[in-house]
Nanobody, 111 residues
Framework: VQLQASGGGLVQPGGSLRLSCVAS????????MGWYRQAPGKQQRELVA????????NYGDSVTGRFTISRDNAKNTVVLEMNSLKPEDTAVYYC?????WGKGTLVTVSS
């Protein structure tokens, strides 16, 4: 199983970023996929968003209304669209699926 995340970077408050995660090594379309994040200095990863094989979505309270998760089963890809970014969104974002974690991509929101 491999989960390759990309799209992180530096963005100003109020800006947008798009994270992508390409999965391989398992039957992508039958698994719930998710994004989690770990902020600097925090030990735990928190839920950002998940999406089921039926496209049912769930979001963490702090991102609801600003972030959107989607999936493309033909491309084995899960995407996180992040809008109205805030400094507190700064974190390493991890893709998760089939009980595996990707390596993470850093998102920094700062002016």
């Amino acid at each position: 199983v491999q989960l390759q995340a990309s799209g992180g970077g530096l963005v100003q408050p109020g800006g947008s970023l798009r994270l992508s995660c390409v999965a391989s090594g398992f039957i992508f379309k039958i698994y719930t996929m998710g994004w989690y994040r770990q902020a600097p200095g925090k030990q735990q990863r928190e839920l950002v968003a998940t999406i089921t094989p039926q496209d049912s979505t769930n979001y963490g309270d702090s991102v609801t209304g600003r972030f959107t998760i989607s999936r493309d089963n033909a491309k084995n890809t899960v995407v996180l669209e992040m809008n109205s970014l805030k400094p507190e969104d700064t974190a390493v974002y991890y893709c998760h699926g089939r009980a595996h974690w990707g390596k993470g991509t850093l998102v920094t929101v700062s002016s």
